[in-house]
């Protein structure tokens, strides 16, 4: 009897840790799965996530000049509000109905202009031994079509560009209109002991998008100014596109400055081989100046990113989300620095 009675126990234990190991697999490859999902579902809503905060970048800046006229007109916050909206769409109408005759004028001969910039970089490439060893490598090993894809998908957008323009109008124009609403929203899914941490983190996010988004608006006007004077000095054509495709692309950094290279040197070498050369150097030689001068300016003032942690930001977020990603790289890391200092960095060093 007591053999039987052992037996039994070992048998019950025997039943019970298997059925404890299959409880214990099925809740890991629940996990595993929930993981996953999220994953994907983050993957496929993240294009929708830049395209908000682009919206917010873009209330921010109205709010931002609605401070300005509040501060120095001592007008009402609400008024001061809708004529910050007013002025910069009489602005921007203002800007495209003087100079859009122009513009479009300058880019119709920019679009002439560059496929002969391209035939005769071909020519001077096909003309050097090396240069036409390197070329026919390229197109044999098929690597210049690999890169060609790779462009397109970083600086693909999420819906096409007119979608994704309308949707940032709209949700710009929402959060501009009542930007509390949507902050009372989020404070109140949050913990109650969380609450006052998330409002303070919002105030820091909504800091550092104003931030990046004066040090950007100040790398504009910097880039295309001196683009524009020295490309005069120059005696190149298309001077205001080129300086407006200039300052719009230092809106990328790193990358931006390399791209709006290119129509500068290939608009230089239908003036000659050495107005290219000249052209790369003035572009190189503006870029050190920002580098070297105005960058940690507005790295002080503004934010601070690591250069090295931008890039690889920029390339992964490239690769995930397309253009918007690239383009917004930079907030959207200092927000995630700034969120690990907050939650995990300062409570560390309290305790």
Request: glycine share 8%; hydrophobic share 50%.
């Amino acid at each position: 009897m007591k053999v039987t009675h052992e037996t039994t126990t070992q048998q019950e234990n025997c039943n019970q840790n298997n059925s404890s190991y299959t409880k214990k697999v099925w809740i890991a490859t629940g996990i595993v799965l929930l993981v996953c999902i999220s994953f994907l579902l983050f993957k496929a809503l993240f294009s929708v996530i830049l395209l908000m905060l682009a919206g917010i970048i873009m209330a921010s800046y109205f709010h931002g000049c609605a401070h300005l006229l509040h501060r120095f007109l001592h007008i009402p916050s609400k008024l001061s509000l809708i004529l910050s909206v007013l002025l910069n769409i009489i602005l921007l109408a203002g800007f495209f109905w003087f100079l859009s005759a122009r513009l479009q004028q300058q880019i119709s001969q920019l679009s002439d202009t560059l496929p002969s910039g391209i035939r005769q970089v071909k020519e001077q490439i096909n003309s050097n031994p090396v240069g036409k060893k390197i070329a026919d490598y390229l197109n044999s090993s098929g690597n210049s079509k690999k890169t060609l894809d790779i462009i397109k998908r970083f600086f693909s957008s999420g819906f096409g560009i007119l979608s994704d323009v309308y949707i940032i109008i709209l949700m710009g124009a929402f959060f501009t209109a009542s930007p509390s609403v949507y902050k009372k929203g989020i404070i109140h899914l949050l913990p109650s002991k969380a609450k006052n941490t998330g409002e303070e983190l919002i105030e820091d996010i909504s800091g550092i998008l104003r931030k990046w988004l004066k040090g950007q608006i100040f790398g504009f006007f910097f880039i295309a100014v001196l683009t524009g004077i020295g490309l005069i000095i120059l005696g190149m054509p298309l001077v205001f596109t080129l300086a407006l495709i200039a300052g719009l692309l230092n809106f990328i950094p790193n990358f931006g400055p390399v791209i709006a290279l290119i129509p500068g040197v290939l608009i230089g070498l239908t003036q000659g081989v050495s107005t290219a050369v000249y052209v790369a150097c003035l572009y190189t030689l503006i870029q050190i100046i920002q580098s070297a001068v105005t960058q940690p300016l507005i790295q002080k003032k503004m934010i601070s990113v690591p250069p090295a942690l931008l890039i690889i930001a920029q390339v992964a977020m490239g690769a995930l989300a397309g253009f918007w990603g690239v383009l917004l790289a930079a907030p959207i890391l200092a927000i995630i620095m700034k969120l690990i200092n907050k939650l995990y960095v300062e409570k560390q060093s309290r305790n």
